[in-house]
Nanobody
Framework: QVQLRESGGGSVQSGGSLQLACAAS????????MGWFRQAPGKEREGIAT???????FYKDSVKGRFTISRNNAKTMLYLQMNSLEPDDTAMYYC??????????????????????WGQGTQVTVTS
């Protein structure tokens, strides 16, 4: 099993930055890809960024150019650098393992497989 714990959330003004972190423990050798998801009140959870085993990164259009996903070589830490934050970025942010990205008519989609492990989430609030 893999345990994930997010940190780094908080409240920031529009235009500000935050860096989220996700610490992985347990059987981390089994981790091939990881990603970040968010869920705003009243909305469905959406995948926003993923990093593959080879280090390739994919972003949902709404965050591309503002957010950067990264990880350490040991795959025990996952990060999300968030710049130019907007009120629409307000949400609970989650990290997950076993993610994939594909493109459809709506752009890049990030999804977690049914076997994914999830963290408990960290709240990000962006005020105008």
């Amino acid at each position: 099993q893999v345990q994930l714990r997010e940190s780094g959330g908080g409240s920031v003004q529009s235009g500000g930055s935050l860096q989220l972190a996700c610490a992985a423990s347990g059987y981390t050798d089994s981790i091939y890809s990881m990603g970040w998801f968010r869920q705003a009140p009243g909305k469905e959870r959406e995948g926003i960024a993923t990093i593959a085993r080879d280090g390739s990164t994919f972003y949902k259009d709404s965050v591309k150019g503002r957010f950067t996903i990264s990880r350490n070589n040991a795959k025990t830490m996952l990060y999300l650098q968030m710049n130019s934050l907007e009120p629409d970025d307000t949400a609970m942010y989650y990290c997950a393992t076993d993610c994939t990205a594909y493109r459809n008519h709506q752009g890049i989609q990030v999804k977690a497989t049914r076997n994914a492990y999830w963290g408990q989430g960290t709240q990000v609030t962006v005020t105008s």
